[in-house]
C-alpha cells in the first residue's frame, strides 16, 4: 500500500517562500511519476506541477517560473519549492502518485500579511 506524507507548509508573508515535501512509502518510487495539487475553499482541486520518472516536469501557467517541482529518489521524496508567493495561492496542497492513485493527507499553505 502506497502511503504519502506531505509536510513544510504554513502561514508565509507575500513574496515569501515555503518549501513543501512529500514522502513515499510503499513501492518502487523512482519509477512512477509525482504530481501537486491545491484546493482553495470553495474551488477545485487543481493540478500546480508533476514530474515524470525521467524528472520531466509541467506547470500550472499560474505557477510558472515561481514553483518548481523536484525529486530525490534515494529519498523517496518530491519537493515542491514555492517562492514569490501570492495570496491566491492560498490553499491546501496535496501530493499524490497518480499510477495508484495514492494520495497524502495534505498541508495548509496560507499567504498573508
Known amino acids: 500500500q502506497v502511503q504519502l506524507v506531505e509536510s513544510g507548509g504554513g502561514l508565509v508573508q507575500p513574496g515569501g517562500s515555503l518549501r513543501l515535501s512529500c514522502a513515499a512509502s510503499g513501492t518502487i518510487f523512482s519509477i512512477y511519476a509525482m504530481g501537486w495539487y491545491r484546493q482553495a475553499p470553495g474551488k477545485q482541486r487543481e493540478l500546480v506541477a508533476y514530474?515524470?520518472?525521467?524528472?520531466?516536469?509541467r506547470y500550472a501557467d499560474s505557477v510558472k517560473g515561481r514553483f518548481t517541482i523536484s525529486r530525490d529518489n534515494a529519498k523517496n521524496t518530491v519537493y515542491l519549492q514555492m517562492n514569490s508567493l501570492k495570496p491566491e495561492d492560498t490553499a491546501v496542497y496535496y501530493c499524490?502518485?497518480?499510477?495508484?492513485?495514492?494520495w497524502g493527507q495534505g498541508t495548509q499553505v496560507t499567504v498573508s500579511s
Open positions: 499524490t502518485m497518480p499510477a495508484f492513485g495514492s
Open positions: 514530474i515524470n520518472s525521467d524528472h520531466n516536469t
